[in-house]
């Protein structure tokens, strides 16, 4: 049996997006988990188009694994605030308020990247994650996301 | 005769960016141009999978239009202020050192997207662009962009 990720508790209507959603088949479709009590984690191997500068990843996609992971992250550490399974009713998912990343060193192309990721701050329906995006073990990239739960409202049919 | 964008005028080796490499096949190849003395816009309408919750766009891909139209913007700018001609040698490349993404309201899906840029500073090998992005009229999201001039040695076979 394969360990659920964060995303796969996501219901089906809420499985589309483009970074996270397992139900996008031309989305990314990263994965998140637990690793330790503090800090969630996500491997991705950037495909040979997601090139900036040939050699390295772009940007964009780093922008992109940051962003989807702390969604991610931040789902996963609510529901455990709120002392509830995961993927129980109603479902527990976040929208990006504001994405910050700085690009710290080029990221090679053709190896996993890591990315990790640890609440700073849940404050009512808002979190606050902290990213770091390494590859071969030094941090390329950090990021700050804040994140907010989903407007009832913008759920499909609602 | 059509008019060539600022990524037109990117030498070969580095025209391979996912977000705006014109050779990168499968890549989004934005094109950015002038509009008035200051300002500079990108017209761009996301695929159907480019989504996040169902019926809006993908913050990521609003993150990487925001980046791509940066470092063309900068690079534009640049060639001006130098008094030079775009695509001249040396090349004017820009990476990104930070970027900053405020999510103001869901994009909606399946409507052309206008991003526009404007340079805030330039000084030594740094520039920083400021950036809107509107769907149907509505400024949809902000952004900041740091960018440097490429170092030398990641242009390819330095």
């Known amino acids: 049996m394969t360990k659920k990720a964060f995303q796969d508790y996501y219901p089906e209507d809420?499985?589309?997006c483009y970074g996270c959603g397992?139900?996008?088949e031309k989305g990314l479709q990263i994965?998140?988990?637990w690793d330790g009590e503090e800090e969630a984690v996500c491997i991705y191997t950037p495909r040979d188009h997601h090139t900036a500068i040939p050699?390295?990843?772009y940007g964009g996609l780093i922008a992109s694994l940051i962003d989807c992971h702390a969604t991610g992250t931040?789902?996963?550490a609510q529901y455990r605030a709120e002392g509830r399974e995961m993927g129980?009713?109603?479902p527990i998912r976040f929208v990006t308020a504001s994405l910050h990343v700085d690009y710290l060193l080029p990221t090679p192309i053709g190896v996993p990247l890591e990315v990790r990721g640890k609440v700073k701050m849940i404050k009512g329906r808002r979190v606050?994650?902290?990213a770091r995006l390494l590859a071969e073990g030094k941090v390329c990239a950090k990021g700050e996301v804040v994140v907010v739960?989903?407007?009832e409202n913008m759920r499909p049919g609602k």
Chains 1, 2 share one sequence.
């Open 14 to 16: 809420l499985s589309h």
């Open 88 to 90: 129980s009713d109603p």
């Open 149 to 151: 739960q989903m407007p």
């Open 55 to 57: 050699g390295f990843v």
């Open 74 to 76: 931040a789902s996963a």
């Open 128 to 130: 606050v994650v902290e």
């Open 31 to 33: 994965k998140s988990f």
């Open 22 to 24: 397992s139900l996008n």
